[in-house]
């Protein structure tokens, strides 16, 4: 079946611009997490959720971030106000509740 | 708090030798879940193995196994008979088991395999 999808691939905006990063997890998976790598870096986790609602958003960075996740599938990350520091890749994986982790291509994130 | 250290950033191997990734991770529970996953230029994660920590025995998956030393926490990655496909970078992970809602997972800063031809 088909995988996590991210969309746009890639993104390039201006400092100030606010942007929404898109993320469709496999078909019936329940819970969906957000992660951001940073160049030369690990991933590191966001926000997770379960369903409609957000489990743990404690990687948050700070309140120009949020992520919606309305019905129980698609999933929106929304970042307000960005910065340059904000470039990164933006990793979504779904997973069926407790089941393995499945990532997406990632969505690349340049703030000019 | 939970940490993911690999202390190899690069690694080199001939076509068709074994290479071993190291991975150490520090952690408090008892019951947990290590991974690693393969990140080709692509950029998508992709689980090469997975392990219980409640399980003694270690992970094998087809040419990957794992070296699980709970006591010492360390858990590192075998890749006999190396291949060019297996030319990526190589991320060490850890998830707590026991509650519900810490589903979040620990990566360590990676290791980029190389293989030579």
């Known amino acids: 079946g088909a995988g996590v999808s991210q969309t746009p691939s890639n993104k390039v905006t201006e400092k100030g611009k606010y942007v929404e990063l898109r993320c469709d997890p496999i078909?019936?998976?329940?819970?969906l997490y957000w992660y951001r790598q940073s160049l030369g870096q690990g991933p590191e986790f966001l926000i997770y959720?379960?369903?409609?609602?957000?489990?743990?958003d404690s990687g948050l960075p700070n309140d120009r971030f949020f992520a919606v996740r309305p019905e129980g599938s698609v999933s929106t990350l929304k970042i307000q106000r960005t910065e340059r520091g904000d470039s990164a890749v933006y990793l979504c994986?779904?997973?069926?509740?407790?089941?393995?982790?499945?990532f997406g291509p990632g969505t690349r994130l340049l703030v000019l | 708090a939970q940490t993911v250290t690999q202390s190899q950033p690069e690694m080199s191997v001939q076509e068709a030798e074994t290479v071993t990734l190291s991975c150490t991770y520090d952690?408090?529970?008892?019951?947990?879940?290590l991974f690693w996953y393969k990140q080709p230029p692509s950029r998508q994660m992709i689980l090469v193995i997975r392990?219980?920590?409640?399980?003694?025995q270690n992970a094998t998956e087809n040419r990957f196994s794992v070296n699980f030393q709970k006591a010492a926490k360390s858990f590192s990655l075998k890749i006999s008979d190396s291949q060019l496909g297996d030319a990526a970078m190589y991320f060490c992970?850890?998830?707590?088991?026991?509650?519900?809602?810490?589903?979040?997972?620990?990566f360590g800063t990676g290791t980029r395999l190389t293989i030579i031809p």
């Open positions: 392990q219980e920590a409640y399980k003694q």
């Open positions: 994986a779904s997973s069926a509740g407790w089941g393995t982790q499945y």
């Open positions: 959720f379960q369903g409609t609602g957000a489990a743990d």
């Open positions: 952690t408090s529970e008892s019951d947990y879940y």
């Open positions: 078909s019936g998976h329940t819970a």
């Open positions: 992970a850890y998830r707590v088991a026991s509650n519900f809602g810490n589903e979040k997972l620990t």
